[in-house]
């Protein structure tokens, strides 16, 4: 086997509304290696979130494999899904997710509070990853104290505490104006350089230009793979 980290194999996914059924996915096989920064593209309905939410096992395909750390993901219980969410994918969103009334230390931390992990480790791990977003100055603020690149630091923080081994965005920077979402895009290049494998949904060119290979979905199915210009 290759160091391939996320493979799939003539992935399909069907929803049915009302007497019409929808191909959200037809047939998709792609492999992303061990450490790839991926951004995935398409117009609305191509299927760019279906297949971010069967690679963020929170969804199952109808037909097809999904390889994720070369485990069959596609035999797993819900139960079993719900595991792997939880200790091998950090998920980012474009609305950040945080809860108001509680610091960014504790936000963070929630989901070291599923596990086992004992107090003082967690708070280790948690300034640790507030640190390597660059908010070890703001551990004790809540979030409507903080700009919304702040927020979305300590949501992508959030995603890092479990040390997975993907992380999911999702038009992470939606919310963001310009400027703050370059900034947190160059976030995810560092992070990435440090071995991070990252797969992000945007509809912005540009967004996708910080990464270093573009996937392009169109009626369900993967149209193109190419390597962004200066990153091949």
Same mark, same amino acid.
């Given at each position: 086997?290759?160091?391939? @980290?996320?493979?799939? +194999?003539?992935?399909?996914?069907?929803?049915?509304?009302?007497?019409?059924?929808?191909?959200?996915?037809?047939?998709?096989?792609?492999?992303?290696?061990?450490?790839?920064?991926?951004?995935?593209?398409?117009?609305?309905?191509?299927?760019?979130?279906? $297949?971010?939410?069967?690679?963020?096992?929170?969804?199952?395909?109808?037909?097809?494999?999904?390889?994720?750390?070369?485990?069959?993901?596609? !035999?797993?219980?819900?139960?079993?899904?719900?595991?792997?969410?939880?200790?091998?994918?950090?998920?980012?969103? %474009? !609305?950040?997710? &945080?809860?108001?009334?509680?610091?960014?230390?504790?936000?963070?931390?929630?989901? &070291?509070?599923?596990?086992?992990?004992?107090?003082?480790?967690?708070?280790?791990?948690?300034?640790?990853? @507030?640190?390597?977003?660059?908010?070890?100055?703001?551990?004790?603020?809540?979030?409507? %104290?903080?700009?919304?690149?702040? %927020?979305?630091?300590?949501?992508?923080?959030?995603?890092?505490?479990?040390?997975?081994?993907?992380?999911?965005?999702?038009?992470?920077?939606?919310?963001?104006?310009? %400027?703050?979402?370059? +900034?947190?895009? !160059?976030?995810?290049?560092?992070?990435?350089?440090?071995?991070?494998?990252? #797969?992000?949904?945007?509809?912005?060119?540009?967004?996708?230009?910080?990464?270093?290979?573009? &996937?392009? $979905?169109?009626?369900?199915?993967? #149209?193109?793979?190419?390597? #962004?210009?200066?990153?091949?």
């Amino acid at each position: 086997m290759g160091d391939y @980290l996320i493979k799939t +194999e003539n992935l399909k996914k069907d929803y049915r509304l009302g007497v019409q059924v929808v191909h959200a996915l037809q047939g998709v096989s792609v492999e992303v290696e061990r450490g790839e920064f991926v951004a995935v593209m398409g117009p609305s309905g191509s299927g760019k979130s279906t $297949f971010m939410n069967l690679l963020g096992c929170l969804d199952t395909a109808n037909s097809g494999k999904y390889y994720l750390d070369h485990a069959d993901i596609s !035999t797993l219980s819900s139960d079993e899904l719900a595991r792997i969410r939880n200790s091998k994918i950090g998920f980012v969103f %474009q !609305t950040f997710n &945080l809860l108001a009334r509680t610091t960014a230390m504790e936000n963070v931390e929630l989901p &070291l509070r599923y596990g086992q992990t004992p107090r003082r480790q967690r708070r280790q791990r948690v300034e640790a990853v @507030l640190e390597a977003v660059g908010l070890g100055e703001r551990a004790h603020h809540q979030p409507s %104290q903080l700009s919304g690149g702040q %927020q979305q630091r300590v949501a992508i923080a959030r995603a890092l505490v479990n040390d997975p081994v993907l992380i999911l965005a999702d038009e992470p920077t939606g919310a963001l104006d310009t %400027q703050t979402g370059a +900034e947190i895009m !160059t976030l995810f290049q560092d992070l990435n350089r440090r071995g991070m494998t990252i #797969v992000l949904v945007t509809h912005e060119q540009e967004i996708a230009g910080f990464a270093k290979r573009i &996937l392009r $979905f169109r009626d369900g199915r993967l #149209v193109g793979s190419e390597m #962004v210009e200066g990153k091949g």
